[in-house]
């Protein structure tokens, strides 16, 4: 049964880094070929895909936010992590990370997300 779990984010100030970790139980994901994103929503506002890190650890970040993202994994833990730079209250969204069969939004089925967790960002 797999299982998807986002970190607490902690504490967020405008200007600093927000980090979120999420943790994978009952799959692999390096051995699967899976696409391992994040995804968020703002406040009043639709879903936007932010990024992955594929199985194989290819990274695909969205245009708008590259400049101040990074997607990265630790293979011995089977997590992935999201790292988003000079955060500001725009920022604020409910953040989850998901499993997607293929690399596009379309294909990241919602049974396959984890619970989300709320990202408040203080100014």
């Known amino acids: 049964q797999v299982q998807l779990q986002e970190s607490d984010p902690g504490l967020v100030i405008a200007s600093q880094t927000l980090s979120l970790t999420c943790t994978v139980s009952?799959?692999?994901?390096?051995?699967?070929?899976?696409?391992w994103s994040w995804i968020r929503q703002p406040p009043g506002k639709g879903i936007e895909w932010i990024g992955y890190?594929?199985?194989?650890?290819?990274?695909y970040l969205d245009p708008s936010l590259e400049s101040r993202t990074s997607i990265s994994r630790d293979t011995a833990k089977n997590q992935f992590t999201l790292q988003l730079s000079s955060v500001t209250p725009e920022d604020t969204a409910v953040y989850y990370c998901?499993?997607?069969?293929?690399?596009?939004?379309?294909?990241?089925?919602?049974?396959?997300w984890g619970q989300g967790t709320q990202v408040t960002v203080s100014s």
């Open positions: 890190i594929s199985y194989s650890g290819s990274t």
């Open positions: 998901a499993r997607c069969t293929a690399p596009e939004f379309r294909r990241c089925n919602r049974a396959y």
């Open positions: 009952g799959a692999s994901i390096t051995t699967n070929r899976y696409y």
